[in-house]
């Protein structure tokens, strides 16, 4: 993998369902495909599979849109640009060149491609409706918001509103995200909408959407309220005002105390790397950590996460997995112009946790969009959490270890229910006999999708 051109992305998962997680690579005219030949090799399969390299892609994501069984890719692409279609852009003082404003570009329609099984893809782009909506996107993320069955498609934007396809489940998508709440923050103004999660933080069983933006912006919290709705939570939950002063990239809706609930990481910089020569911002920027409080709010606690973790660099992308197998999720990140950092998760807090790993047999291979709810007890009284299986998280990043729960106090799971995007319901519960039984505590449990035949 020896890579070429300008790439700023990257898409993994097993795309053609041979046991083996592939990577796509999105980047400036030149995409690239890499199958994993499970020899501990990639090979460039870009042309053969029909993969186009014609704009300017940031982004891409894996998902199943149809639910063959199949991983489709969907490709996230920014604004037009070329050599040739680069303004000179001055600072306020008119006197330092910087990044243009998003403004000083048109932009540009997103692909959806559908994969055919043989190691092809078509584009569907025009057909399913995607192509007709024009946007400056820089991420993606996929969930089933309205429960459906089918995943749904949220794209942020740069500067303008944001995309919340729809997925009608017949092959096409309806751009829903202004009435849907998500276009815009409650202001009734775009950001610079950056990194996106699609995940459940409130444990209500619907997925919310984290958005991160520049400074003075936030980082935009959208409550899914259900029946297709969202509400703008950013100031209620806390992170408003705690993000005023950040510029963020990449972000993941992660529990990283594994207190049961899911707290935020945020990747910082500022975009314009001369900002500090005209402006009282700083380039440079320490990540962020906002703790989930489990009452609707978040708590930044970036401060207590150690003096390493405050130096200022010019972040990026963020991924997240439990890299030294401790049961606690760490964290990789990139950084402009210097190594990518690895911050390994030390939180003190003696909780409980468990992270599934699946396989799909009727469903994708990896179980991408499968939905897991999962639950254990407190005396007299249950507590649900809700996941779901995605490698496509943050800004232009991608995370692929299975799905991560923590469980707090709890020493045994009373039920895990997963469905499938084939449809089948698999339903995990303790061995009758005694405690923890097949659903014990503080493991990587792999589960398989059971055959037709199988229990459900």
């Known amino acids: 993998m020896a890579g070429a051109g300008y790439s700023m992305g990257v898409a993994a998962a097993d795309y053609d369902n041979d046991g083996y997680v592939d990577l796509f690579v ?11 030949t499970g020899h501990g090799q990639f090979q460039d399969v870009t042309a053969r599979a029909g993969i186009e390299s014609d704009g300017w892609s940031v982004a891409a994501g894996w998902f199943d849109c149809d639910n063959d069984g199949l991983l489709d890719l969907f490709v996230v692409n920014y604004v037009e640009w070329s050599p040739s279609l680069d303004p000179a852009c001055l600072d306020p003082t008119g006197t330092l060149r910087i990044y243009c404003h998003p403004s000083a570009y048109r932009g540009a329609s997103n692909r959806l491609y559908h994969n055919r099984g043989d190691g092809t893809f078509e584009d569907v782009s025009e057909r399913a409706g995607i192509a007709a909506h024009v946007g400056k996107g820089m991420s993606v993320a996929f969930a089933d918001y309205d429960g459906d069955g089918f995943p749904d498609v949220f794209v942020s934007n740069d500067s303008i509103p944001n995309f919340l396809f729809h997925n009608r489940g017949d092959g096409t998508f309806e751009e829903v995200a202004l009435p849907a709440g998500v276009g815009l923050t409650d202001d009734g103004r775009p950001v610079s909408s950056m990194g996106v999660d699609f995940r459940d933080y409130d444990n209500d069983g619907l997925p919310d959407l984290i958005v991160t933006a520049l400074a003075r912006e936030t980082f935009p919290l959208f409550r899914n309220d259900g029946k297709g709705f ?15 002063g950040r510029s963020g990239w990449g972000v ?20 314009t790397d001369n900002i500090e020569k005209f402006s009282v911002d700083h380039y440079r920027e320490p990540n962020s950590v906002f703790v989930n409080l489990g009452n609707g709010t978040f708590e930044d606690v970036s401060a207590a996460a150690g003096p390493d973790f405050q130096t200022p660099r010019a972040h990026r992308g963020a991924a997240f997995a439990d890299f030294n197998n401790d049961g606690k999720v760490d964290v990789v990140v990139s950084s402009l112009g210097g190594p990518a950092e690895l ?3 030390v939180s003190p807090e003696r909780n409980h946790r468990i992270t599934l790993r699946l396989e799909g047999t009727r469903s994708n291979r990896d179980g991408i969009g499968a939905r897991i709810r999962l639950t254990t007890r407190d005396g007299a009284r249950y507590h649900h959490q809700y996941n779901q299986m995605t490698s496509a998280v943050g800004y232009a990043s991608s995370s692929h270890d299975g799905v991560h729960f923590g469980l707090g106090k709890a020493e045994t799971v009373e039920e895990i229910e997963i469905k499938w995007p084939s449809g089948t ?23 398989r999708e059971p055959n037709p035949s199988g229990t459900h």
């Open 26 to 36: 999105a980047g400036v005219r030149h995409n690239l495909l890499y199958h994993n």
């Open 230 to 244: 969202f509400r703008d939570e950013t100031y209620p939950s806390r992170i408003g005002l705690a993000s005023a």
């Open 252 to 271: 993941g809706l992660v529990d990283l105390n594994n207190d049961g609930w899911k707290d935020v990481f945020s990747a910082n910089s500022h975009v």
């Open 343 to 345: 911050w390994e998760n």
């Open 425 to 447: 319901v698999q339903v995990l519960k303790p061995a009758l006999s005694g405690a923890n039984g097949n659903v014990r505590v503080d493991q990587v449990l792999k589960v």
